[in-house]
């Protein structure tokens, strides 16, 4: 068994962990020139995920701050069905960190797995774009 086989076999045991807070099929409109759906695309769904969650969290507007690298553990299909799922890590005074685990699955429902993951720091902000306290 090679490498990437072994790999594989690994994802397929892991469970994702946190709350499923965004699902959405990867589209033809999202690829680059290979036809593979691009990895920009991908990364702002889960940047998505984490304010929609830090939102929920702060009860209330977020900005991000930063998002964490992603490396990615297979390609992307048109098709494929992607499920975000985020995990507070850290909260501050008016900062959040969310860890964010992006999960795919075959169109036909056959396959699902592990496809990255990454943390993004989000902001709470008033209606103004000010700084705000929050509490968790």
Known sequence: MN????AQDETALQQPEGELTLKRPAGA????MFGDVFGGWVSSQAV??????AG???EGRVATVSTGGMEFFSPVLVGTILSFYTQVVETGTSSIRIKVEVWGRCPDGST?????ETECVQVAIDNSGHIRAFSA
């Open 3 to 6: 490498e990437i086989d072994s």
């Open 56 to 58: 929920a969290v702060t």
């Open 112 to 116: 699902r797995r592990k496809v990255t």
């Open 29 to 32: 409109d999202a690829t680059n």
């Open 48 to 53: 998505l995920a984490a304010e929609m969650r």
